[in-house]
T-cell receptor, first 111, second 113 residues
Framework: DAKTTQPPSMDCAEGRAANLPCNHS???????VYWYRQIHSQGPQYIIH???NNETNEMASLIITEDRKSSTLILPHATLRDTAVYYC????????????FGTGTRLQVTL | EAEVAQSPRYKITEKSQAVAFWCDPI?????LYWYRQILGQGPELLVQ????????DSQLPKDRFSAERLKGVDSTLKIQPAELGDSAMYLC???????????FGPGTRLLVL
């Protein structure tokens, strides 16, 4: 599995964009970047994933650098309900496709 | 929107007792995963099923843990006997097929006294 590195914590003011970085310098060409978040005491929630192109859905945007060694998850207008731990995961594409979670980034959205 | 169901949501038990957790995946999802999450850490895979077959149980402590998915739909994870170190959140996830996006249930929080 490619290892990911995320800052342990970040703050963001409500209504502003939250930009969460992730480094994955050893990523292989066929490995996807996945983002999940976990609100306190709940199960992880899928946000978005991508291979090499930028992706956008109703929750967030994912920007992957051209060399694929890093990515940024963007929450365009953060709300208090976005306070959570955000996990960046590089997905193994083998026979067993487990998700390997790190310790993630704890995002605190404040008034 | 379809969701993964888990029960119970909370379980308190004494050490050496048996406990069981149940998971009902999203309808039609062939792949089912059980993860364990210790407080302050990310989830770690315990076992993965493809239909009724175990694909990966390399991290399952087989001396005390067992998992089954007899008809390839819902699944049960059992611990016997429970130990203090088993206190954690047990999460179930499912995906349509292997290597596709996984969707998680709300989890079962276990406290072993």
């Amino acid at each position: 599995d490619a290892k990911t590195t995320q800052p342990p914590s970040m703050d963001c003011a409500e209504g502003r964009a939250a930009n969460l970085p992730c480094n994955h310098s050893t990523i292989s060409g066929n490995e996807y970047v996945y983002w999940y978040r976990q609100i306190h005491s709940q199960g992880p929630q899928y946000i978005i994933h991508g291979l090499k192109n930028n992706e956008t859905n109703e929750m967030a945007s994912l920007i992957i650098t051209e060399d694929r060694k890093s990515s940024t998850l963007i929450l365009p207008h953060a709300t208090l309900r976005d306070t959570a731990v955000y996990y960046c995961i590089v997905r193994v594409t083998g026979t067993a496709s487990k998700l390997t979670f790190g310790t993630g980034t704890r995002l605190q959205v404040t008034l | 929107e379809a969701e993964v169901a888990q029960s119970p949501r909370y379980k308190i038990t004494e050490k050496s007792q048996a406990v069981a957790f149940w998971c009902d995946p999203i309808s039609g999802h062939a792949t089912l995963y059980w993860y364990r999450q210790i407080l302050g850490q990310g989830p770690e895979l315990l076992v993965q099923f493809q239909d009724e077959s175990v694909v990966d149980d390399s991290q399952l402590p087989k001396d005390r843990f067992s998992a089954e998915r007899l008809k390839g739909v819902d699944s049960t994870l059992k611990i016997q006997p429970a130990e203090l170190g088993d206190s954690a959140m047990y999460l179930c996830a499912s995906s349509p097929q292997d290597r596709e996006t996984q969707y998680f249930g709300p989890g079962t929080r276990l406290l072993v006294l």
